[in-house]
């Protein structure tokens, strides 16, 4: 199928586009959000399933749904996305390009080894991704404005290129950052002391779900009992406990705050002779 004229009827482009293997969805005349439940499932590239969708409603906007190996970045101007594209266009290669009807650009390109990336907002200022579960209004379509979302670039120009690995890198979730390693304790350290943390370090370590945060602050006060004695340094201390309030699924936030917590309540806690 031809690309139609960009003056066509927006169904006469949800076609097009679901011949190019895009899921489509229907949207609202002149709007810009799906309204159907389970729109994600629904979305189709079949023509019958399509005609359906639209028989209600042949002047409906469309929407592309991102994800299934595709990702677009989204650049609104009104909120600084267009310094974001001045800075970096040199280094995004050619693509699907769209213009909105509100004056900003859809571009779209392929995700590595087809993975589905997610969707995350604000990558930099007036910039968002749609990724897994988004969808970008398509070209042919009317904006809220009155406006026609146009088509730069697309399919009868230029292959949709990967996304450049940097991008990749913007997208994807932070790392976490590494886990401080305790180093065992330099010397002797009273029996009586070991066995008490590692009581502790083991109760900690089978908490039920919903309890942890309680079980790590009572195990933080027994521990910083020892730490006000003077008996185990506090450095090796915290870094004890974080590192099994972690591993049993606390975020290091939350555990950093709960231990420093308990630490300034406990009193110095006496090893029996």
């Given at each position: 199928?031809?690309?139609?004229?960009?003056?066509?009827?927006?169904?006469?482009?949800?076609?097009?586009?679901?011949?190019?293997?895009?899921?489509?969805?229907?949207?609202?005349?002149?709007?810009?959000?799906?309204?159907?439940?389970?729109?994600?499932?629904?979305?189709?590239?079949?023509?019958?399933?399509?005609a359906q969708l639209f028989a209600?409603?042949?002047?409906?906007?469309?929407?592309?749904?991102?994800?299934?190996?595709?990702?677009?970045?989204?650049?609104?101007?009104?909120?600084?996305?267009?310094?974001?594209?001045?800075?970096?266009?040199h280094r995004l290669p050619e693509?699907?390009?769209?213009?909105?009807?509100?004056?900003?650009?859809?571009?779209?390109?392929?995700?590595?080894?087809?993975?589905?990336?997610?969707?995350?907002?604000?990558?930099?200022?007036?910039?968002?991704?749609?990724?897994?579960?988004?969808?970008?209004?398509?070209?042919?379509?009317?904006?809220?404005?009155?406006?026609?979302?146009?088509?730069?670039?697309?399919?009868?120009?230029?292959?949709?290129?990967?996304?450049?690995?940097?991008?990749?890198?913007?997208?994807?979730?932070?790392?976490?950052?590494?886990?401080?390693?305790?180093?065992?304790?330099?010397?002797?350290?009273?029996?009586?002391?070991?066995?008490?943390?590692?009581?502790?370090?083991?109760?900690?370590?089978?908490?039920?779900?919903?309890?942890?945060?309680?079980?790590?602050?009572?195990?933080?006060?027994?521990?910083g009992g020892f730490v006000r004695?003077?008996?185990?340094?506090?450095?090796?201390?915290?870094?004890?406990?974080?590192?099994?309030?972690?591993?049993?699924?606390?975020?290091?936030?939350?555990?950093?705050?709960?231990?420093?917590?308990?630490?300034?309540?406990?009193?110095?806690?006496?090893?029996?002779?």
């Amino acid at each position: 199928m031809n690309q139609p004229d960009i003056d066509a009827a927006p169904l006469a482009w949800a076609f097009y586009f679901a011949g190019q293997g895009r899921r489509i969805l229907p949207i609202p005349a002149r709007a810009k959000r799906p309204v159907l439940k389970e729109w994600q499932n629904l979305a189709t590239t079949d023509p019958d399933q399509l005609a359906q969708l639209f028989a209600a409603q042949p002047n409906a906007n469309y929407g592309l749904l991102m994800g299934d190996g595709a990702i677009a970045v989204d650049i609104d101007p009104r909120h600084g996305g267009h310094l974001w594209l001045e800075v970096n266009e040199h280094r995004l290669p050619e693509t699907w390009k769209f213009k909105t009807g509100g004056g900003g650009v859809h571009l779209v390109y392929r995700t590595p080894d087809g993975q589905d990336l997610g969707n995350r907002t604000s990558i930099a200022q007036g910039v968002d991704i749609k990724g897994k579960g988004g969808q970008i209004v398509g070209p042919g379509s009317i904006h809220p404005s009155g406006a026609r979302y146009t088509i730069e670039f697309g399919p009868e120009h230029v292959d949709m290129a990967p996304a450049p690995p940097w991008l990749v890198e913007l997208i994807l979730p932070p790392r976490p950052a590494p886990q401080r390693q305790p180093k065992p304790l330099a010397g002797d350290v009273d029996r009586y002391c070991a066995a008490a943390i590692a009581d502790e370090l083991r109760r900690l370590g089978q908490a039920d779900k919903g309890t942890r945060n309680d079980t790590l602050n009572k195990a933080a006060f027994a521990i910083g009992g020892f730490v006000r004695a003077g008996t185990v340094p506090e450095d090796w201390a915290r870094v004890v406990l974080e590192s099994r309030a972690v591993s049993i699924g606390l975020s290091a936030r939350e555990s950093r705050s709960t231990i420093a917590s308990a630490f300034a309540a406990a009193q110095p806690r006496e090893v029996p002779s």
